[in-house]
């Protein structure tokens, strides 16, 4: 067996240039082959199947250079198949991620939806699903809401998440997101206006069943609002508890518009912070 030195030399590479030629090629080859024969959509769906999720899809062709297209995919959940998609894409590209090359199932994600765009990266460890996000001006008035879902939210939002592990229960869990609206209107109570906020941002923490909200910054044509809290998830937003504190500051035309939302704090809003806390959907404030 050649010595390190012999294999460094010009001479040894140029008596094997051809063999080191063919061994060169036969790599691309098989990195093309394995790349454009690679089953995209079942390497997501098998990513997803331990959350209870599938992804669905009309059609699906080669993408340039490499990866797939899927047309019209649905998010679906694997306990109820027949309720409606939790969302929804236009178009959605799929290609391998980096940890394919080491032999851990990961896929990178493009994705068009609600008038904005979705990058994704989804990855396999063992039992342990990756999550990371980065969205960009998603319209939600353009994501369809449950008819039993009384508040209404309009407005366009972007955002970043990293998720360490996901999994299908709430105790199972961890990751950090940051999400940022523009032109907000959230509808709160039927029968009431709507809050209205220029620019919205909030940092979380999610860690099992508990959402760390370590920041909540506010500003519109109504009020200024800034907070923090915590939010302990329940199996549904009912069973949820809230924990947070909130400063309120009304503008001279938030006062008149919202005077009757205002009535039913427990102080009018001032520099005096409120403290809301009991269930998420009813919560009460002091």
Do not use: C
């Given at each position: 067996m050649p010595e390190l030195s012999e294999v460094l030399t010009l001479?040894?590479?140029?008596?094997?240039?051809?063999?080191?030629?063919?061994?060169?090629?036969?790599?691309?080859?098989?990195?093309?082959?394995?790349?454009?024969?690679?089953?995209?959509?079942?390497?997501?769906?098998?990513?997803?199947?331990?959350?209870g999720l599938e992804i669905a899809a009309t059609s699906e062709r080669p993408a340039i250079p490499l990866g797939a297209v899927l047309?019209?995919?649905?998010?679906?959940?694997?306990?109820?198949?027949?309720?409606?998609p939790i969302v929804q894409s236009e178009s959605l590209k799929l290609t391998p991620a980096l940890g394919m090359l080491i032999g851990r199932p990961a896929v990178n994600i493009r994705a068009d939806m609600y008038g904005g765009r979705v990058w994704a990266n989804v990855s396999r460890r063992g039992d342990i699903t990756g999550l990371t996000l980065d969205l960009s001006n998603i319209d939600?008035?353009?994501?369809?809401?449950?008819?039993?879902?009384?508040?209404?939210?309009?407005?366009?939002?972007?955002?970043?998440?990293?998720?360490?592990?996901?999994?299908?229960?709430?105790?199972?869990?961890?990751?950090?997101?940051?999400?940022?609206?523009?032109?907000?209107?959230?509808g709160l109570i039927k029968g009431f206006p709507p809050l209205r906020f220029s620019h919205l941002k909030t940092t979380c923490r999610l860690d099992q069943a508990t959402l760390r909200v370590n920041a909540l910054e506010g500003t519109g044509p109504?009020?200024?609002?800034?907070?923090?809290?915590?939010?302990?998830?329940?199996?549904t937003l009912a069973l949820?508890?809230?924990?947070?504190?909130?400063?309120?500051?009304?503008?001279?035309?938030?006062?008149?518009?919202?005077?009757?939302?205002?009535?039913?704090?427990?102080?009018?809003?001032?520099?005096?912070?409120?403290?809301?806390?009991?269930p998420l959907l009813m919560p009460q404030a002091n």
């Open positions: 001479d040894y590479l140029r008596e094997r240039g051809m063999v080191l030629s063919y061994a060169i090629v036969a790599l691309v080859l098989f990195v093309i082959f394995m790349i454009g024969t690679f089953p995209y959509q079942e390497a997501l769906t098998g990513a997803l199947m331990p959350l047309e019209n995919v649905r998010l679906i959940s694997l306990d109820h198949p027949s309720a409606p939600l008035s353009r994501y369809p809401t449950s008819p039993s879902f009384a508040a209404t939210i309009k407005g366009i939002v972007s955002g970043t998440a990293s998720f360490e592990n996901i999994g299908p229960t709430i105790n199972s869990q961890n990751g950090a997101f940051t999400l940022e609206g523009h032109d907000l209107e959230y109504d009020m200024t609002v800034s907070g923090s809290g915590v939010i302990h998830l329940g199996p949820s508890m809230i924990e947070m504190t909130m400063r309120i500051m009304p503008t001279v035309a938030g006062r008149a518009r919202l005077g009757m939302l205002f009535a039913f704090l427990p102080h009018p809003p001032d520099n005096r912070p409120y403290v809301f806390h009991g």
